[in-house]
């Protein structure tokens, strides 16, 4: 099922989600839909807040050139950690609550990150590339943060005229 999608400046996205507890039926529909929700935008990840669940988890899903998703590339990250982070990358980011927007955004290159899985069992890894940078973002949702605070403060300022213009000075 296809969830909405809370956009920017929508208050509850500035909101810190909490530690989740129960791995149960309702946890993996929530999930379920999270991955419907994101897929039907094209995304590359979704994070629970963003949906109004203001637990801590997310996913990712980094499609193909083509938009296809495939399942073992499936991260669903709950109470999710970052460990250690090393290296510097810069990338062209979005996010699906601040629509048709992108922006360059400096991040780890490279992270060791600990989450538990849909069943509750503790993984951990390493990532990098597209999957480190999606994986910092996300994260960041969970404690109230949007990629848009990370930018400097010329590029904040035009953010800030181009979303005045494109949705009217008090959305
Ligand atoms: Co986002």
């Known amino acids: 099922m296809v969830l909405e999608i809370l956009t920017y400046p929508n208050r ?20 379920d839909d999270m991955h419907d929700t994101m897929a039907s935008k094209n995304g590359v990840g979704l994070a629970g807040v963003q949906v109004g669940a203001l637990q801590r988890l997310f996913i990712i899903n980094i499609p193909d050139e083509d938009g296809n998703y495939y399942p073992e590339n499936l991260i ?12 510097e990358t810069v990338y062209e980011e979005g996010c699906l609550s ?19 899985d849909r069943e509750g069992n503790k993984i951990q890894r390493t990532l990098s590339g597209l999957e480190a940078i999606a994986f910092q973002h996300e994260l960041d949702h ?30």
Do not use: C, M, T
Request: hydrophobic share 30%; charged share 50%.
């Open 142 to 171: 969970l404690d109230g943060h949007l990629f848009i605070e990370k930018l400097n403060y010329l590029k904040r300022k035009k953010f800030d005229k181009e979303w005045k213009k494109r949705h009217g000075k008090f959305r």
């Open 98 to 116: 601040i629509p048709d927007y992108y922006e360059e955004v400096k991040r780890a290159d490279e992270v060791d990150v600990e989450y538990q």
């Open 12 to 31: 509850k996205l500035k909101q810190k989600s909490k530690p989740v507890e129960k791995f149960d039926e309702k946890l993996h529909k929530l999930l």
């Open 76 to 87: 669903e990250a709950i109470n999710p950690k970052i460990l250690d982070k090393r290296g």
